[in-house]
C-alpha cells in the first residue's frame, strides 16, 4: 500500500523542496522502505504544522487538552486533523462523541472521520475505531504499535491541512518515540502536566525527552490548576499550585497556561462535547482558546520567517 498511499498525496519526484530527505535513497535501505518514506513524507508535506501533545504521566487531561486544542483551531476556520496514537487506551472517539463509527477507505487511503466545528472541520483518527468491541483490549508489542503509527502517518489521506494535532499516550515510550521519529519537522510538542509535584516531576523527564529526540518544546499546560468556589469565589488548590509554571521557568521552556477544575470540562467530555464548543464562556475554554491563539501567532509568525 506504500507505494499506492502516494498517489493520494504529493508526488515526491514532482517536488521542489531539493533538502528533501525522502528525495534519495539511504546508504542501505531497501527499494520498499525507500517507497514507504517517500509515502509517508508525500502526506506529512501537505500540512503545515505538526504539534504532538505528550505527559509524563497519566490522568493529567492530555487527551481533553489534545482535543479541545485541535477543536479550537478548527472553530478558527482552520483544516485540522487529529491524530490519537494512544494503542491501549484511546479516547478521542469518545470526547467528540464519535464512538462506533466505521472508518471507510479505498484501494489507496483510509479516509479520517470527519467532524464539523463552526466554518472549520476536524479530521479524526483514533485505533478505537478500528476496534469490534468498544472494550476490546489491544495487547501489542513495540513493533506492532511502531507500524500502525507509521500506518496511520502515512495510509490515512489527511489531505491538505493546516494543523495535525497528535494525542500521544504517558511516558516516552514507544508511541511518542515512534512519532516523534516518523514526523520529521515537527513544530513540536505541548506538555501536559497537573501541579502536584509527582506529576512535575515525570514531565520533567519528557521535556529531556524532547530535547533527546530533538523535538521542540512549544510549552507547558499545566492542567486541573484550581478549583473556583461557586458560592463564595475562593480558590482552591486541590492539586497545589504553579508546579507547572515553575517547572517551566526551572526547564527553560514557556508556560502555556493554566487550565482550571471546572466541571464543565467533565460534563463536556463525557458527553462528547468539547468545553471550547459547548461552554466557550467558562474560564477552561477561554485558556483553551487563548492557547490555540498562541500556536495560530506562533504558525503565523513562521510563516512569514
Given amino acids: 500500500m506504500a507505494a499506492d498511499a502516494m498517489k ?158 497528535v494525542d500521544s499516550p504517558p511516558g516516552t515510550g514507544d508511541e511518542p518515540l515512534a512519532v516523534a521519529q516518523l514526523i520529521e519537522k515537527a513544530d513540536g510538542a505541548v506538555v501536559v502536566t497537573t501541579p502536584q509535584e509527582v506529576a512535575v516531576q515525570d514531565v520533567r523527564r519528557c521535556v529531556v525527552f524532547c530535547r533527546h529526540v530533538q523535538l521542540p518544546v512549544l510549552g507547558v499546560i499545566e492542567n486541573m490548576s484550581g478549583y473556583t468556589c461557586p458560592k463564595c469565589g475562593e480558590v482552591v488548590r486541590i492539586f497545589g499550585g504553579d508546579g507547572g509554571r515553575a517547572m517551566a521557568e526551572e526547564m527553560g521552556v514557556p508556560f502555556l497556561g493554566a487550565i482550571p477544575i471546572e466541571p464543565e470540562v467533565v460534563v463536556s467530555g463525557d458527553s462528547g462535547a468539547p468545553v471550547v464548543q459547548s461552554k466557550p464562556q467558562s474560564e477552561a475554554a477561554q485558556v483553551f482558546g487563548r492557547i490555540a491563539g498562541m500556536l495560530l501567532e506562533r504558525g503565523s509568525a513562521k510563516r512569514t520567517a
Fill in 8 to 165: 493520494g498525496g504529493k508526488d515526491c519526484k514532482s517536488c521542489g523542496d531539493m533538502n528533501c530527505a525522502a528525495r534519495e535513497k539511504q546508504p542501505n535501505e531497501r527499494e520498499e522502505e525507500f517507497l514507504e518514506r517517500q509515502a509517508l513524507q508525500s502526506r506529512m508535506c501537505q500540512i503545515e504544522h505538526k504539534v504532538i501533545v505528550l505527559s509524563g504521566k497519566g490522568g493529567v487531561g492530555k487527551s481533553t487538552v489534545a482535543v479541545n486544542l485541535a477543536v479550537a483551531l478548527a472553530m478558527a476556520g482552520k483544516r485540522v486533523g487529529l491524530l490519537d496514537v494512544d494503542i491501549h487506551g484511546p479516547s478521542v472517539p469518545k470526547l467528540l462523541h464519535v464512538e462506533g463509527t466505521m472508518v471507510s477507505g479505498h484501494e489507496h487511503a483510509l479516509l479520517p472521520v470527519q467532524v464539523e466545528y463552526g466554518s472549520g472541520a476536524l479530521s479524526v483518527m483514533s485505533i478505537g475505531f478500528l476496534l469490534r468491541e468498544r472494550d476490546d483490549a489491544v495487547i501489542w508489542r513495540g513493533p506492532m504499535k511502531y507500524n500502525v503509527i507509521k500506518q496511520f502517518l502515512r495510509d490515512v489521506e489527511w489531505g491538505a491541512l493546516d494543523y495535525l494535532v
